[in-house]
């Protein structure tokens, strides 16, 4: 099992910066792929950020590609998402994610261990 808590969100003026972080703890060695995902009010999940930890390969959604950075700690067990030029389209639950896949991936059945989220909120 691995357990995943994420923190860092908030509210933020466009053009804004907020780092997520996330903990995990468990048996976090066996997950290949760690991410994040977002979901707005009304819409479908979706993939923003992936690392797979094999060779360190990302993978981005275009809509964040240049403005957000995934970054993994080994030693601290923990992932980041730095989010730059924050835009009103980036409000949504952030939720951090772990599983198996090989190379970076966005696809949300590669990943098996789910956190319970943090809210960005960006105002224009």
């Known amino acids: 099992q691995v357990q995943l808590v994420e923190s860092g969100g908030g509210s933020v003026q466009a053009g804004g910066s907020l780092r997520l972080s996330c903990a995990a703890s468990?048996?976090?060695?066996?997950?290949?792929?760690m991410g994040w995902f977002r979901q707005a009010p009304g819409k479908e999940r979706e993939g923003v950020a992936s690392?797979?930890?094999?060779?360190?390969?990302?993978a981005y959604a275009n809509s964040v590609k240049g403005r957000f950075t995934i970054t993994r700690d080994n030693a601290k067990n923990a992932l980041y998402l730095q989010m730059n030029s924050l835009k009103p389209e980036d409000t949504a639950m952030y939720f951090c994610?772990?599983?198996?896949?090989?190379?970076?991936?966005?696809?949300?059945?590669?990943?098996?261990?789910w956190g319970q989220g943090t809210q960005v909120t960006v105002s224009s």
């Open positions: 468990g048996y976090i060695y066996s997950a290949s792929c």
């Open positions: 994610a772990a599983g198996r896949c090989i190379g970076g991936s966005l696809v949300q059945s590669d990943f098996t261990f």
């Open positions: 690392q797979y930890t094999g060779d360190g390969t990302t």
